[in-house]
């Protein structure tokens, strides 16, 4: 893998508008099973400002590459607007794909998610000669899309093992336990290079289990710079014998194997070889003197553990004043930050009391929230409640109008849809746009708008004369084709025994038809199909997974394609409800819904209640919010919940999803 094949570099941590780099999510820390955290080695500010003289020289240089590993270290030491305000002009000229992967790679590393975009759209490009660097860059700066293309790239790319490494490093850093086999069978090659690449992803990817394969294949192969792959693959996964050979490489005669210990040099929390870290700063080949300043601003920062676990956080805690947060919506902000909006209700916690929109900001991936500001006042007789926020565009790579979708109730026959467009970043919102037309009772649940590959926005709805009457609910759609501008209602509807049809969502599935799934009062989630864009729709009929009357909640995992589901796997006959929303419960699909494995309990308390989900997919995890009843007294919280994807795919040893139907 010769300079100009781009010489792969690690991904170690994130931009944000501000330029601050967090690490504390240890996301280029030390393996998750080194105990405890090491302070940094010491580097004074002189030593500190000849680093990032060296990096500021090296991004003006002619050298292309070793000018984009400058612009990540820059980035990495918190100097992101340097890198924007570098790279931004240059890339609306840079003809060479490769090259543009590059740029807009360290820009998304930088801090613009946006460019995002350009990654996407080079790996879809028929002409394939910039398509590893495309997977390269979205697995740096960890990235997938929607996934589609990566997932292609991957099944199309038996003749070309780089793609398929690159490819399936993507996929594997988001949870796909496929492509994480693939590098697992590459690194076993004959092939050098093709095992050394793979060494070198598995060495962000992998965990212990590869230890044994890495120190095999130091063995099998004599080029040095081959084995050093290996040698510090295994430095950076913890091994012990490993990381005394990096340190030892970074004194080695061929620059490129100094370039590789210098890199890892952090991975490896290799602080005791500062010493030789110094000396490299001088070395004659201007990417080893990149690496080695890297090396030392990274080192000289704590070291956090890598945060391969979930967490949550009960970020709305109810109050006496406050007793309900409820029915919550997470977006991921161009910059990286996260907005989260949640509804605020005051003096009790009935779906009629008193009720506001807050939200707040993440610049940390979820770990810390900024200080609650209201988003949308109250201004129904009622309430305003269960907001859904989305990108309006299907082809939104982080970037155009974010729209804010919620209710005004006004009473039990009242209650209507609205949506509010904001074209900076969720900072303000536009005027008021009514979707739902009809009067009535309209239930739009919290994050449940879907745009559909065609652009045509579906806002599902459950819909009675009266919800304090003997009516039942139906689903219907409303649909619009222009971004939110105009809206229309299908044609036609859903409709279910008992209370009827309850709380839908729609999912499109990958044949285009789409899908919606229903609360029912029958002890199972119903779903019904639409061939015409959500127009019109197929009587509905049980899915087979037993469900109480709770909300459920369904997402496609970009990095495999398969489906997500979120719900409550239980039911009780004759109590209120179907039983309690506990426990919350996980489950996969790999063929479109028609069996569920992988069945996995998020909450288990029978204290506690669950419900009201919210989806959303970030750097290989899934962030998720929800509903926190306490039983006791009643008050609802909201929780914010960050789930590696690879849980999802975990063994467990509760029972199959379903397993107890109806």
């Known amino acids: 893998m010769g300079r100009a094949n781009e010489e792969w570099q690690r991904m170690a941590g994130w931009a944000l508008r501000s330029a601050i780099v967090v690490g504390f999510l240890g996301l280029a820390s030390r393996p998750a099973w080194v105990e405890g955290a090491a302070a940094g080695l010491e580097l004074d500010e002189g030593l500190r400002g000849r680093c990032l003289a060296i990096l500021r020289e090296a991004l003006g240089s002619k050298e292309f590459w070793p000018s984009m590993h400058a612009a ?87 003749e070309n093992s780089k793609l398929e490494i690159m490819a399936a490093a993507a996929l594997a850093r988001w949870g796909n336990p496929e492509a994480l086999a693939v590098l697992r069978r590459a690194v076993l090659a004959q092939d050098g290079e093709t095992a050394r690449t793979a060494a070198w992803v598995l060495a962000r990817v992998g965990d212990r289990s590869d230890l044994a394969s890495l120190r095999a294949g130091a ?34 005669v061929d620059p490129m194997v100094r370039v590789y210990a210098a890199e890892f040099a952090p991975e490896a929390r290799a602080v005791d070889a500062k010493e030789a870290l110094l000396r490299l700063l001088d070395d004659p080949v201007l990417d080893v003197r990149i690496r080695a300043a890297e090396a030392l601003l990274e080192l000289a920062k704590p070291e956090v553990s890598r945060a391969n676990e979930m967490f949550a956080r009960d970020i709305f805690p109810a109050t006496e004043q406050n007793p309900r947060y409820s029915e919550g919506s997470v977006l991921v902000l161009r910059d990286g930050r996260l907005l989260y909006a949640t509804t605020e209700f005051s003096g009790s916690g009935s779906d009629f009391a008193k009720a506001r929109i807050i939200a707040v900001e993440s610049a940390d991936e979820g770990r810390t929230w900024s200080t609650p500001r209201v988003v949308q006042e109250n201004v129904g007789k009622n309430n305003v409640m269960s907001v859904t926020l989305r990108r309006l565009s299907p082809k939104a790579v982080f970037d155009g109008p974010i729209g804010m979708f919620y209710l005004v109730k006004n009473s039990t026959t009242d209650l209507h849809v609205y949506l509010r467009v904001s074209a900076d970043e969720g900072t303000s919102f536009g005027s008021l746009i009514r979707v739902t037309s009809e009067a009535g009772y309209h239930v739009l649940n919290n994050d449940r708008v879907t745009v559909l590959s065609t652009g045509r926005l579906v806002v599902p709805v459950a819909t009675t004369r009266d919800v304090a009457g003997a009516s039942s609910f139906a689903c219907v759609c409303y649909l619009s084709d222009d971004q939110g501008k105009i809206w229309h209602r299908g044609q036609g509807s859903a409709q279910y025994p008992k209370r009827g049809a309850m709380e839908p969502e729609v999912l499109e599935r990958e044949n285009g038809r789409l899908l919606m799934h229903i609360r029912t009062q029958l002890g199972h989630i119903a779903v019904s199909e639409s061939n015409d864009g959500g127009e019109t729709w197929s009587e509905p009929r049980t899915w087979g997974v037993r469900a109480p009357e709770a909300p459920s909640t369904l997402r496609r995992i970009p990095s495999t394609g398969d489906l997500l589901l979120i719900w409550n796997d239980t039911f009780r006959q004759g109590e209120g409800h179907g039983g309690k929303r506990t426990p919350l419960t996980a489950a996969v699909s790999t063929d479109e819904g028609k069996t569920w494995s992988h069945r996995r309990d998020l909450e288990t308390s029978d204290k506690l209640t669950f419900a009201y989900t919210s989806v959303v997919f970030h750097r290989g995890r899934a962030l998720l919010t929800y509903y926190v009843r306490d039983e006791a007294s009643g008050r609802i919280s909201s929780r914010f919940r960050s789930v590696p994807i690879g849980w999802f795919y975990e063994r467990s040893a509760s029972p199959e999803a379903g397993s107890g139907k109806p």
């Open 72 to 158: 990540e270290a820059l980035t990495l030491a918190g100097c992101g607007n340097e890198v924007r305000a570098a790279l931004g002009p240059k890339l609306p000229s840079e003809s060479d794909d490769q090259r543009r992967c590059g740029l807009a790679r360290e820009l998304v590393r930088a801090g613009d998610l946006s460019f995002t975009r350009v990654l996407v759209e080079g790996l879809a490009k028929p002409d394939p000669y910039g398509h590893v660097h495309a997977c390269e860059s979205l697995f740096k700066v960890w990235q997938v899309g929607d996934g589609v293309s990566l997932r292609r790239a991957l099944a199309a790319s038996a």
């Open 219 to 252: 063995r099998r192969f004599d080029e040095p710079l081959t084995r050093a792959y290996f040698e510090h693959a295994l430095a950076a996964l913890g091994d012990t014998e490993g990381r005394t050979a990096l340190v030892r490489n970074l004194a080695h």
